[in-house]
């Protein structure tokens, strides 16, 4: 990978705004499609670990939640700069892992950081409704909230865009997530864990999750 600040190549999963192993020990190995090298080792996690992902993750909801959309709005603008200003280095870790032409790999990053930066605008226009009635005397009013945890598992032909599409509007609208890649292309998804960090997105708020094996962490995810 020809990355010019390897600070973006990570070789743990990030929960809770630490940056840890698998509680098992377990690893797995990420291999360039193209060549067949293997480019990073990472935690293989399962069933624990994703509790403690998403324990941290119900943890930081209610300061999330609380607050403005406009402050929310001010993280995610961050989150899409950064992402702006390092462009060229997530695409070489997207082509690298993902084996995606490297032309087709800078699109995908200006693409995905537009989810970014949509959402957070977007965020700011959460309105609510007032629907009409059938009783003379009564008000049917409607406010959207956020929900709480959200789990959040993607494919590997697209691994930064189809994160951020569903990153964006969870954390717009107040929620936390954590994050499950997929086991041929987690690179990109640590990549936004390390920017998130310089965002200053709150610890807990966003949880990511290695494995080579979807089901270990998505049971888990699906019947929490």
Same mark, same amino acid.
């Not at 209610?62 to 899409?80: Q, V």
């Not at 995606?100 to 605008?121: N, Q, T």
């Given at each position: 990978?020809?990355?010019?600040?390897?600070?973006?190549?990570?070789?743990?999963?990030?929960?809770? $705004?630490?940056?840890?192993?698998?509680?098992?020990?377990?690893?797995?190995?990420?291999?360039?499609?193209?060549?067949?090298?293997?480019?990073?080792?990472?935690?293989?996690? $399962?069933?624990?670990?994703?509790?403690?992902?998403?324990?941290?993750?119900?943890?930081?909801?209610?300061?999330?939640?609380?607050?403005?959309?406009?402050? =929310?709005?001010?993280?995610?603008?961050?989150?899409?700069?950064?992402?702006?200003?390092?462009?060229?280095?997530?695409?070489?870790?997207?082509?690298?892992?993902?084996?995606?032409?490297?032309?087709?790999?800078?699109?995908?990053?200006?693409?995905?950081?537009?989810?970014?930066?949509?959402?957070?605008?977007?965020?700011? =226009?959460?309105? $609510?409704?007032?629907?009409?009635?059938?009783?003379?005397? =009564?008000?049917?009013?409607?406010?959207?909230?956020?929900?709480?945890?959200? !789990?959040?598992?993607?494919?590997?032909?697209?691994?930064?865009?189809?994160?951020?599409?569903?990153? !964006?509007?969870?954390?717009?609208?107040?929620?936390?997530?954590?994050?499950?890649?997929?086991?041929?292309?987690?690179?990109?998804?640590?990549?936004? $864990?390390?920017?998130?960090? =310089?965002?200053?997105?709150?610890? !807990?708020?966003?949880?990511?999750?290695?494995?080579?094996?979807?089901?270990?962490?998505?049971?888990?995810?699906?019947?929490?």
């Amino acid at each position: 990978m020809n990355v010019t600040d390897t600070t973006l190549i990570k070789k743990s999963a990030y929960v809770n $705004g630490a940056w840890v192993n698998a509680h098992e020990g377990a690893t797995f190995d990420i291999t360039n499609p193209a060549t067949g090298d293997v480019i990073a080792t990472l935690p293989d996690m $399962g069933a624990d670990d994703t509790k403690d992902a998403i324990a941290a993750a119900n943890k930081a909801w209610p300061a999330w939640r609380a607050l403005t959309a406009k402050e =929310r709005a001010g993280y995610l603008r961050n989150l899409f700069d950064l992402m702006m200003t390092h462009q060229e280095d997530l695409a070489q870790i997207l082509t690298a892992e993902g084996g995606k032409p490297l032309a087709e790999a800078r699109a995908e990053i200006a693409y995905g950081a537009s989810f970014i930066e949509w959402f957070g605008e977007e965020a700011k =226009r959460t309105y $609510g409704d007032v629907i009409p009635q059938t009783i003379g005397d =009564r008000r049917i009013v409607v406010t959207k909230e956020p929900i709480g945890v959200c !789990g959040l598992i993607t494919p590997w032909n697209f691994p930064n865009a189809m994160i951020t599409r569903k990153l !964006g509007p969870a954390l717009a609208a107040g929620c936390t997530v954590v994050i499950k890649p997929a086991a041929e292309t987690p690179l990109s998804a640590l990549a936004m $864990g390390e920017l998130a960090e =310089r965002a200053s997105i709150p610890a !807990g708020v966003i949880n990511i999750l290695t494995s080579s094996s979807g089901a270990k962490i998505g049971d888990e995810l699906c019947a929490n």
